[in-house]
Nanobody, 122 residues
Framework: QVQLVESGGGLVQAGGSLRLSCAASGRSFSTYAMGWFRQAPGKEREFLAA???????YYADSVKGRFTISRDNAKKTVYLQMNSLKPEDTAVYYC????????????????WGQGTQVTVSA
């Protein structure tokens, strides 16, 4: 069983940066692949980035070059560094976990956090 808690969201001006954190509880964090997703009001959940258990990374085209996913297994935490934020990045951001292999579809993740709100003002 894995419990995930996101933090680091907030209000930022366009062009600014935020770093989201997702702290995991439970054993064997290093064997889990972690993903970041977001959902804006009235829109479907969107894949952003994922990192496998061996730290291979994957990004959606919409955030490639602006967002960076990383993990610290000793702290059982995954991060999403977000730079050059745009108003269209406004959404609730979720982290998710699944065993070993990173995936880009939300339904393939077993565990989810409660989400953290990111608001980017113009």
């Amino acid at each position: 069983q894995v419990q995930l808690v996101e933090s680091g969201g907030g209000l930022v001006q366009a062009g600014g940066s935020l770093r989201l954190s997702c702290a995991a509880s439970g054993r064997s964090f290093s064997t889990y692949a972690m993903g970041w997703f977001r959902q804006a009001p009235g829109k479907e959940r969107e894949f952003l980035a994922a990192i496998s258990s061996n730290s291979n990374t994957y990004y959606a085209d919409s955030v490639k070059g602006r967002f960076t996913i990383s993990r610290d297994n000793a702290k059982k935490t995954v991060y999403l560094q977000m730079n050059s934020l745009k108003p269209e990045d406004t959404a609730v951001y979720y982290c998710a976990a699944r065993a070993y292999t990173a995936k880009t579809y939300g339904h393939e993740y077993e565990y989810w956090g409660q989400g953290t709100q990111v608001t980017v003002s113009a």
